[in-house]
Nanobody
Framework: EVRLVESGGGLVQAGGSLRLSCAAS????????IAWYRQAPGMAREAVSC????????FYEEYVKGRFTVSSDNAKNTVYLQMDSLKPEDTAVYYC??????????????????WGQGTQVTVFS
């Protein structure tokens, strides 16, 4: 069974940090595009970041660039989203998603086949 499980969400004061994890089972993260999305209450889901595990290319949306960092540990089949300098507007449920990608860079407009259940991040001021 293919599964993605996010963890690491929580309640943090503005300016603080959290590290989200996305652990895969049932498939290897190698040669995949892994993306992070988020959805705030009453809002549409929005892209956050993605990376290609084959070449390590990364992409960040402007509103998280310089504050968030995506990385992977292929041996652990886990992708991380380090979130620093958090703002109240970062409050959302964060989801990871995966799609096979043998070559090239990830894109947020790709169709991602596998999705996790989400983890809540709440930033208070």
């Amino acid at each position: 069974e293919v599964r993605l499980v996010e963890s690491g969400g929580g309640l943090v004061q503005a300016g603080g940090s959290l590290r989200l994890s996305c652990a895969a089972s049932g498939f290897s993260f190698e040669n995949h595009a892994i993306a992070w999305y988020r959805q705030a209450p009453g809002m549409a889901r929005e892209a956050v970041s993605c990376m290609s595990t084959n070449g390590g290319d990364t992409f960040y949306e402007e509103y998280v660039k310089g504050r968030f960092t995506v990385s992977s540990d292929n041996a652990k089949n886990t992708v991380y989203l380090q979130m620093d300098s958090l703002k109240p507007e970062d409050t959302a449920v964060y989801y990871c998603a995966a799609e096979p990608l043998m070559f090239g860079s990830c894109h947020m407009f790709m169709t991602y086949t596998y999705w996790g259940q989400g983890t809540q991040v709440t930033v208070f001021s």
